[in-house]
C-alpha cells in the first residue's frame, strides 16, 4: 500500500532525488556505500544507478534514518532549518522552501528575506518564522544569533543578486562553517558561488544542486573549461573535486550525484513540466532530510 504521504506520479521525481542524497550521505560517511550494490544496479566502476525499480528498496534503507516519533521528544528535535532568500521581486521561492522542509518533517523553518519581501511571506504561512534581516547593515550579526539554533541551512531561493545582499549571504555561509551547519545551496546562491567559489569551496558538509545552465557557468568558473559533452559522471565528479569534494547534485532528465568520489544517477522518470518552484521543493526537502542523515550517524544508526 503506497504511503500516504507520497506525492502523485507526476512529482515522485523529487521524492526520489531527495532520499537519494539522503541515503548516500550517510552511506559514505558509515562506510556502507558499497552494500548498495547488491540491491541496485552498477552502470560501471564508481557509477552506481538507482533506478524507478528500486523506489522501495531506497525507501526501506532510509526508514531507520527517520527520526522516530517519541512522547518525549521536545520541539525542534526532528529539524529546525534556515532559508536565506527572499526579496521583492521572489517572495514564491523561499516559502516553497521554507513549506517544503516542513512537509518533509521539519519542526521549525526560518526565513531570512529582506525587509520589503517579509510581509509578503508571513502572508503566506503562519508556520514560517521570517526574520526581516538579509539587507540590513547588521543582518550578518543579527542572522547569526539564530544560526546558534539551525540545523540546516538553505541557501539561495529567491535572494536576488544585489551585491549588498550577496555580501550578507557570504558573511552568512561563513558562519555556518563556523558552526559546522550543513549547506544546501541552490538558485542564486550557486550564482553566489560561482563568482564567489571560495565562499564554499573545501566545505564538505554542503550541497550543490545545479540545473544545466547553472553547472555548466560553475564547471567553466572552476575549471576554465566547459564540460565535456556526453560525459555527465565524469563531469559532476571533476568539479566536486574541483570544489573540495563537497557534494553536487546535478538535476536533469537523469540526475547525477557526487561527492567527488563515487558517483549516483537516478533515473526515476519525472514530470516534463519544469515549473518555477519545483527547486525549491527541492531545496527545502534536502535541507531536512540532511540534517537527518547526520543526526542518524550521531545516534548510531547502521543500517
Not at 521549525?108 to 547593515?137: G, M, N
Request: hydrophobic share 40%; glycine share 10%; aromatic share 6%.
Amino acid at each position: 500500500m503506497k504511503p500516504k504521504w507520497l506525492p502523485p506520479d507526476h512529482s515522485r521525481k523529487l521524492v526520489a532525488i531527495v532520499f537519494i542524497v539522503f541515503l548516500v550521505m550517510f552511506a559514505i560517511r558509515r562506510g556502507l556505500y558499497h552494500s548498495l550494490h547488491f540491491k541496485h544496479r552498477l552502470v560501471h566502476p564508481g557509477v552506481l544507478s538507482m533506478s524507478t525499480d528500486h523506489r522501495g528498496d531506497l525507501l526501506e534503507m532510509v526508514r531507520s534514518i527517520v527520526p522516530p516519533l517519541a512522547y518525549d521528544r521536545h520541539k525542534g528535535q526532528a529539524g529546525r532549518v534556515g532559508v536565506v532568500g527572499g526579496c521583492q521581486e521572489y517572495t514564491g521561492a523561499p516559502y516553497f522552501a521554507g513549506i517544503a522542509a516542513l512537509k518533509s518533517g521539519a519542526d521549525l523553518a526560518h526565513v531570512f528575506c529582506t525587509s520589503d519581501a517579509a510581509t509578503v511571506i508571513k502572508s503566506y504561512s503562519p508556520e514560517l518564522i521570517v526574520h526581516p534581516l538579509l539587507d540590513k547593515q547588521t543582518g550578518v550579526a543579527e542572522m547569526s544569533t539564530w544560526m546558534e539554533r539551525l540545523h540546516t541551512l538553505v541557501v539561495g531561493p529567491g535572494m536576488g543578486r544585489e551585491q549588498h545582499i550577496m555580501d550578507n549571504v557570504k558573511g552568512v555561509i561563513a558562519k555556518a562553517r563556523q558552526l559546522s551547519i550543513p549547506v544546501v545551496i541552490d538558485a542564486d546562491g550557486l550564482w553566489l558561488v560561482t563568482v564567489s567559489p571560495e565562499v564554499i569551496t573545501g566545505y564538505n558538509k554542503a550541497i550543490l544542486t545545479p540545473n544545466i545552465v547553472e553547472f555548466n557557468r560553475l564547471f567553466q568558473a572552476m575549471l576554465g573549461k566547459q564540460p565535456e559533452k556526453n560525459a555527465s559522471s565524469e563531469n559532476v565528479k571533476q568539479l566536486s573535486q574541483a570544489m573540495g569534494n563537497l557534494t553536487i547534485v546535478q538535476k536533469g532528465q537523469t540526475d547525477v550525484i557526487s561527492n567527488g568520489d563515487k558517483v549516483l544517477l537516478a533515473d526515476a522518470e519525472g514530470s516534463p513540466c519544469r515549473a518555477g518552484g519545483q527547486g525549491d521543493i527541492l531545496s527545502g526537502a534536502m535541507g531536512v532530510f540532511t540534517f537527518w542523515g547526520y543526526d542518524a550517524v550521531r545516534r548510531g544508526v547502521d543500517k
